[in-house]
């Protein structure tokens, strides 16, 4: 299972090294990842605090922290060889994917195409909780189910968008599609 996010955070994971460490959409995200049996631990605060993901990872579109915290479809496109690689590594064992909110979902779309996986048209539309399977569109690609949530950012966990239940939900909906098999509830 892949989680796909925006870019490393300038006080996150560009300071610390680790995706979502060290910053409040973070606490947020492990804390649902491990809710839903993807992560040994609540908290990623720091690389070597012993955080394990389990059965999943997190990758983003954008590779370096934009200015404003805010990417621009230039950082998007000249970073998208990045995110078709590494899909093109996952791609034997890739099952699900969460997409993190829209600017990474409309990030995410083309790189899937060149990845090996057909995406109709008109494109998926980005939904907290929209759920698509995309068929392979080469022999050696399985079925992938492309899952939305809102980002834990601050800006929709502290106003109610994005409750940790609605999250948690989602991610473990994503993991039981792969194949994983999260503690009920």
């Given at each position: 299972m892949l989680i796909v996010g925006l870019a490393p955070a300038a006080h996150g994971g560009n300071r610390?090294?680790?995706?979502?460490t060290g910053d409040r959409a973070g606490y947020v995200l492990i804390a649902c990842m491990f809710e839903a049996?993807?992560?040994?631990?609540?908290?990623?605060?720091?690389p070597g605090d012993g955080l394990r993901l389990i059965g999943s990872r997190l990758?983003?579109?954008?590779?370096?922290?934009p200015p404003g915290n805010k990417p621009a479809p230039e950082e998007r496109d000249n970073c998208r060889h990045w995110l078709i690689?590494?899909?093109?590594?996952?791609?034997?064992?890739?099952?699900s994917i969460v997409v993190l909110g829209g600017w990474g979902w409309q990030a995410l779309l083309p790189a899937l195409a060149e990845s090996g996986w057909a995406v109709p048209k008109p494109k998926p539309r980005f939904t907290h909780a929209a759920h698509y399977e995309l068929a392979p569109a080469r022999s050696d690609r399985a079925p992938l189910h492309l899952f939305g949530t809102y980002h834990p950012s601050q800006q929709n966990t502290f106003t109610g968008r994005l409750t940790p239940a609605m999250l948690t939900r989602v991610l473990r909906d994503a993991a039981t599609t792969a194949g994983l098999t999260p503690p009920a509830s």
């Open positions: 610390t090294g680790r995706m979502f049996g993807l992560a040994n631990q609540p908290t990623s605060t720091h990758t983003a579109p954008v590779h370096c922290a690689t590494e899909l093109g590594l996952l791609a034997p064992t890739l099952r």
